[in-house]
């Protein structure tokens, strides 16, 4: 059966750090493009950062970039977020997915799986 599972979703104070894990089973990352993505209560989807299947290369909307950055460990199946400087407006449920020899994981329709998410609440 093929699957995502994220973790490492809570509450945090802003400033602070976490870090998600979504790991894979069922199939095996190495061939894949690997996002994280997020949605608000009330607000549309929106990718917060893209690793891609073949050389690397990592793509961060402006909102993110220089606090999150993502990684993937492909012997273990497993992509990472690490998400610092968190603030109030980065709280949202948190999926990965994953397309199949995909590069900027854009569109959002074109991953082929997607975990169920965990929820990250940044607030004081």
């Known amino acids: 059966q093929v699957q995502l599972v994220e973790s490492g979703g809570g509450l945090v104070q802003p400033g602070g750090s976490l870090r998600l894990s979504c790991i894979a089973s069922g199939f095996t990352l190495d061939y894949y493009a690997l996002g994280w993505f997020r949605q608000a209560p009330g607000k549309e989807r929106e990718g917060v950062s893209c690793i891609s299947s073949s050389d690397g290369s990592t793509y961060y909307p402006d909102s993110v970039k220089g606090r999150f950055t993502i990684s993937r460990d492909n012997a273990k199946n497993t992509v990472y977020l690490q998400m610092n400087s968190l603030k109030p407006e980065d709280t949202a449920v948190y999926y990965c997915?994953?397309?199949?020899?995909?590069?900027?994981?854009?569109?959002?329709?074109?991953?082929?799986?997607w975990g169920k998410g965990t929820l990250v609440t940044v607030s004081s």
């Open positions: 997915a994953a397309e199949l020899y995909g590069h900027t994981c854009h569109p959002d329709y074109a991953m082929d799986y």
